[in-house]
């Protein structure tokens, strides 16, 4: 009976170890979420309640899209194709897609201007 208690118990030490593994865990929750997520989607703001519970829901949705964005040199990518896939609204999906588009546009770096080092370039100009 001792012996099988002990071995009870390690057997659930083991697995329990096992799920909180970061490899383990993150993969057992992406393939959870969809299906027992509920959907998420914003409301029409009417008041100050209202106002709250989007807010309440854009960080449910950043945690639920924050696994499947992904950085590739100085850009971030998008590994999903819609919102469907983590189960939140379209609006959402393209939110956080046009942030970062935005994010990936700002750290470009063609974006500045050549910045002139000769003098005699600038004199040139006037």
């Not at 998420?40 to 807010?55: E, Q, W």
């Not at 998008?78 to 942030?99: M, P, T, V």
């Not at 935005?102 to 201007?113: C, Y």
Request: hydrophobic share 30%; charged share 25%; with cysteine.
């Amino acid at each position: 009976m001792k012996r099988m208690t002990t071995a009870f118990i390690l057997a659930t030490c083991c697995t329990t170890l096992m799920g909180c593994m970061p490899e383990t865990a993150t993969d057992m929750q992406h393939q959870a979420l969809p299906s027992t997520a509920p959907y998420l989607s914003l409301i029409i703001p009417k008041c100050a309640k209202d106002k709250t519970k989007n807010l309440e829901i854009l960080k449910e949705a950043e945690k639920r899209i924050e696994p499947y964005i992904k950085p590739v040199g100085q850009h971030l990518t998008l590994s999903i194709e819609s919102g469907k896939e983590i189960n939140i609204s379209e609006d959402l999906y393209h939110y956080f897609a046009r942030k970062i588009k935005n994010h990936n546009r700002r750290s470009s770096p063609n974006k500045f201007p050549r910045v002139r080092k000769n003098i005699s370039e600038t004199a040139s100009d006037y």
